[in-house]
């Protein structure tokens, strides 16, 4: 089993900037992609952002393209989200993802509990 718990959520005002961290442990393989999802009030959870185990495989969701960066620290066991340019319509609560498999998907076994993005207008 797989536990990933997100931090780095808040308040922020439209054109500022995030960091989310996904911390994971239990047992972890060297073969797990892991990722963020998010959902925004009111509608179904979205892909943002993929990487593979060895920070190659990187993918973003087009509305998020460069303002976002995925990366990971292994040694640490820790995904990052950097959130550049936010806007309203990146509110949400995100989620973390994990599977070992080259990138996470809607249906990957492993997810956190989701932490809260508000940016303001």
């Known amino acids: 089993q797989l536990q990933l718990v997100e931090s780095g959520g808040g308040l922020v005002q439209a054109g500022g900037s995030l960091r989310l961290s996904c911390a994971a442990s239990?047992?972890?393989?060297?073969?797990?992609?892991m990722g963020w999802f998010r959902r925004a009030p009111g509608k179904e959870r979205d892909f943002v952002a993929t990487i593979g185990w060895s920070g190659g495989n990187i993918y973003y969701a087009d509305p998020v393209k460069g303002r976002f960066a995925i990366s990971r620290d292994n040694a640490k066991n820790t995904v990052y989200l950097q959130m550049d340019s936010l806007k309203p319509e990146d509110t949400g609560v995100y989620y973390c993802?994990?599977?070992?498999?080259?990138?996470?998907?809607?249906?990957?076994?492993?997810w956190g509990q989701g932490t809260q993005v508000t940016v303001s207008s």
């Open positions: 239990g047992r972890i393989r060297a073969n797990y992609a």
């Open positions: 993802a994990a599977e070992a498999r080259a990138t996470v998907r809607e249906t990957s076994p492993y």
